[in-house]
Nanobody, 118 residues
């Protein structure tokens, strides 16, 4: 069974930057469309960004466009979410998500906390 390992969360001041990383437990990244979602306290989990298996297509939530960048390196088996100009409202648990290309089944990471102080 494939698992996703996330890293890079932490505490940062508003205006600062953080980089989140996600890696599958097996070297299969090229078979997965990847994404990041987040869930703030008392709120539903929401979409942040996705990137297709080749890296040729990305999508972002309006709230993070121009500030966050999702990228992937299939050779290194890693997906990255670079978060710049962070705001207190970006505070949430961030989850890595993977979908097998052409299928509906998906995998979730355990989540990593991002806290932005004002």
């Amino acid at each position: 069974q494939v698992q996703l390992a996330e890293s890079g969360g932490g505490l940062v001041q508003a205006g600062g930057s953080l980089r989140l990383s996600c890696a599958p437990s097996r070297r299969i990244l090229s078979m997965l469309d990847m994404g990041w979602f987040r869930q703030a306290p008392g709120k539903e989990r929401e979409f942040v960004a996705t990137i297709n298996w080749s890296g040729g297509s990305t999508n972002y939530a309006d709230s993070v466009k121009g500030r966050f960048t999702i990228s992937r390196d299939n050779a290194k088996n890693t997906v990255t979410l670079q978060m710049n100009s962070l705001k207190p409202e970006d505070t949430a648990v961030y989850y890595c998500n993977a979908k097998w290309v052409g299928l509906t089944s998906q995998i979730w990471g355990q989540g990593t906390q991002v806290t932005v102080s004002s």
